[in-house]
């Protein structure tokens, strides 16, 4: 009788060894830098951890239709749909302040395309900051490694005139208006200073 482990290896016996050897898996090189979330993930826990604020991803809400059971321990989501479009990727609460914001990534080094935003998450950054919430978006310059506060007003001023007028936010834009965050050790992405400029 063969034996399997329930990650599906098959146990061998001490003294035994496999009758074939297993294909050496290639070595990935991608994936060494966090992304964006992840950074800003880990920059939450920090913050949370250290009692100095409470700011967590939202989950996207989506609705499993089907679902494949090849074994016990592997399912696999075939089919899924968003169950409504998502507001924005972060929210929570930092000094007494209700704060809402998104992150975006963007390869373009002259200017940071508006289509990386929708309708909706405009709509409710609106919202927000018509009850008094701290909104902004975080935007990272990826080839430049810069990374920039935008505040909702900003960004909602620049939707507003893209019908008439351009379809991207200048850098040189960023560099006169936004709040640059430099990275650092903890947090990683020390993001609560520049709200505190923002604030000010």
Request: charged share 20%; hydrophobic share 35%.
């Amino acid at each position: 009788m063969t034996i399997h482990y329930p990650n599906g290896a098959r146990y061998l016996p001490a003294g035994q060894t496999a009758h074939h050897k297993a294909a050496a898996k290639p070595v990935l090189h991608g994936g060494r830098g966090m992304t964006l979330e992840q950074e800003l993930n880990e920059s939450n826990r920090y913050y949370l951890s250290h009692d100095i604020a409470v700011i967590h991803k939202k989950p996207t809400p989506i609705q499993i239709v089907k679902v494949d059971y090849p074994r016990r321990s592997a399912a696999v989501i075939k089919e899924a749909y968003f169950r409504q479009a998502s507001t924005t990727d972060y929210n929570g609460i930092y000094k007494g302040r209700y704060v809402d914001f998104d992150a975006k990534e963007t390869r373009n080094k002259t200017s940071f395309p508006l289509t990386n935003f929708h309708q909706h998450q405009i709509d409710h950054m609106r919202s927000c900051l018509k009850q008094g919430g701290v909104c902004f978006g975080l935007i990272k310059f990826v080839t430049l490694n810069r990374l920039y506060l935008l505040s909702a007003s900003d960004l909602i001023a620049y939707w507003d005139q893209q019908d008439s007028g351009r379809k991207s936010i200048p850098i040189a834009d960023f560099e006169k208006i936004a709040f640059p965050i430099q990275y650092a050790l903890n947090p990683v992405i020390p993001y609560l200073s520049a709200v505190d400029d923002l604030l000010s």
